[in-house]
């Protein structure tokens, strides 16, 4: 074995530690074991970081050095909040890996590129947003690779760009809907008196005219011009794609159940209950496959580091800040109540902004959050947590420094500033409108 391989193993061995640690909610320190075995693993791929992930794991590193040295307390919140989220990405890549072995998922896949313009642009759009709620972004890297194929064989056109349209908001749909997105899971943490039901009650509705809606925000497909995406392979039986569908889509709903029952009757966090949850699932269903063939391995859990600092250790600078901030406002820091739906207005804007400038939603949401949290009227919640979740999808659909641009970048060539700006700027403008006036108008009926 070489070193390489050796190092890659021993990385794997510790995303697996961390993965269970921060499953194992019961257990005291867990968090703080959890962020540790994070960092290490963060550093000990150094080589392997993309250069955003290296900004970021240096600043942990400044961060984590400078409050051990001037206020260990602020640990306590930035462990925190890494902990949450380490799990969360390790278990939701974990599931991921385990589903992408699935011949479910290329029936399906194949199926959302099959129709007619308007049909393919919905179907891709609400299909990429369905599978990113138990793949999370793990849903790009499935679809996006043929539109790439497409590309290759048969040139850039129309109904490529409008695919990537589709692909890219169907993901940024994602944040704001699924009850098992990283957006969701932590507005529910960072506001504990915030219900997730009563959040994704007005949310999901949300998300669906975000998707709806973007049909009206494309090219249109000329006759005679390429029409739709040549078959990839020779079309499925109908019954063969309605069952692949049904199959993951009740894999979705007990995923989404298990962690509603595990935070209403347990007393879970919300972010543990989607980790234990997404765990659970992945080991019955690799505990299947090992019952019915011989060879099922663990996936690798040794290219995670990228993904680790790029959100774990976003959110530990989040939790950092907002820690710190919270220590120079003072506890008995409040505003007055005309504040409230003015704030709200600005959530989102403040969110698509802080995009535009590299700064990951994680940030931006550690931050509003924790520092409105403590000081937002409880009876009002829903309207700061529909901000957060409302601008955190719009900013991955919006702006070019987020992963799912980056990754559309990586399978199809289209850049992402092009994607960000030249396909979706009015588009993001009126959702971040909408959005505003929405939360605001929900707070100020709350007060």
Partial sequence: MTDGSLLASLRSVLGYAALASAASVFLPGHAQVTAVLAILVIFMGWGTLRPIARVIGSLVLFVLILAWLFDAQ????????????????????????????????????????????????????????????????????????????????????????????????????????????????????????????????????????????????????????????????????RAQVVGSWLRFLGLAVLISLSAFTLNARLGFRYSQAVTVSCLAVAVLILLKRRLGRAGTTLPSMANVSNELAIMGGASFLGGALAATAMNSLGSDFSLPGAAYPVIALCVPWLFYLGGTVGVNPIVSATVVGGILGPVWPPEAFVGLGLAMVTGWGITIAGTPYSANALLLERFTGYGARRAAYGWNLQYSMLFLGLSGCLCAALVYSAL
């Fill in 74 to 237: 602020v640990l306590i919140s930035a462990f925190g909040g890494m902990s949450a989220i380490t799990g969360l990405v390790l278990s939701v890549m974990f599931l991921s890996a385990v589903l992408g072995r699935s011949q479910d998922l290329e029936v399906i896949s194949r199926s959302l590129f099959r129709g007619r313009s308007m049909g393919r642009y919905l179907g891709l759009s609400v299909g990429t947003s369905t599978l990113s709620v138990p793949l999370n972004f793990g849903s790009i890297g499935l679809v996006a690779p043929m539109i790439g194929t497409q590309i290759r064989d048969g040139g850039e056109s129309v109904a490529t760009r409008n695919a990537a349209r589709a692909v890219i908001r169907g993901f940024g749909a994602s944040p704001m809907g699924s009850p098992l997105s990283v957006a969701v899971v932590m507005t529910v943490t960072l506001l504990p008196g915030l219900e997730s039901w009563s959040l994704l009650a007005w949310s999901v509705p949300f998300a669906l005219a975000y998707l709806f809606a973007g049909a009206c925000f494309r090219e249109n497909e000329h006759t005679g011009h390429t029409g739709s995406f040549a078959p990839v392979n020779a079309p499925e039986d």
